[in-house]
């Protein structure tokens, strides 16, 4: 669970975005490409939508329909085609100030920010998020271009919000 809250905290870090200029909602298209140890790849594609101070869904339509949705609490990890709902509570706290505070301009102009065992890589094209870079805890390359980026757009906390139906089974871990 942590990359997925990694990711929403690069995102949203105002010290990455620009001097005074905070990200307080963000919305983008994306590309995820998950190389793996034994040289296979993976493509997922879908969209992102976060708000601060820790809201975020993710919304994959390809190879598979899924929904992450995800605050300070729980995440729940919603795969239509199963009828399921697995819902994670975090028990760790996640300090936002400590991570942000953390991201750090490499000369090669990505910042960098290291949540746990795992370095989280951001590039900026035109002020706003275009690419997220890291290892996974499996050994995986994991990069996630954002496309057709928004950001400050309005976004209803309701949006982040999941809400079952009567034939869903959910799943507490």
């Known amino acids: 669970m942590?990359?997925?809250?990694?990711?929403?905290?690069?995102?949203?870090?105002?010290?990455?975005?620009g001097a005074g200029e905070g990200i307080k909602s963000f919305w983008a298209d994306f590309?995820?490409?998950?190389a793996t140890e034994d040289g296979g790849?993976?493509?997922?594609?879908?969209?992102?939508?976060?708000?601060?101070?820790d809201f975020a869904k993710w919304t994959y339509v390809k190879p598979l329909k899924k929904e992450i949705y995800i605050n300070a609490q729980?995440?729940?990890?919603?795969?239509?085609?199963?009828?399921?709902?697995t819902i994670t509570h975090l028990e760790e706290?996640?300090?936002f100030f400590s991570i942000i505070k953390g991201?750090?301009?490499?000369?090669?102009g990505r910042y960098r920010s290291v949540i746990g065992k795992i370095s989280y890589f951001l590039t900026f094209k035109d002020k706003k998020p275009d690419l997220l870079e890291f290892q996974?805890?499996?050994g995986n390359e994991v990069s996630i271009k954002f496309k057709n980026v928004r950001l400050n757009i309005p976004l209803k906390d309701s949006d982040f919000v999941f809400v079952p139906g009567d034939n869903i089974d959910i799943i507490q871990q």
């Open 2 to 17: 942590w990359v997925l809250k990694a990711l929403v905290l690069l995102v949203l870090s105002s010290g990455l975005y």
């Open 31 to 34: 590309v995820q490409s998950v």
């Open 41 to 53: 790849k993976i493509f997922y594609q879908g969209s992102i939508e976060a708000k601060v101070p």
């Open 74 to 85: 729980n995440v729940v990890i919603y795969e239509p085609n199963l009828y399921q709902a």
């Open 93 to 95: 706290k996640t300090d």
């Open 103 to 108: 991201a750090v301009l490499q000369k090669d």
């Open 136 to 138: 996974d805890e499996f």
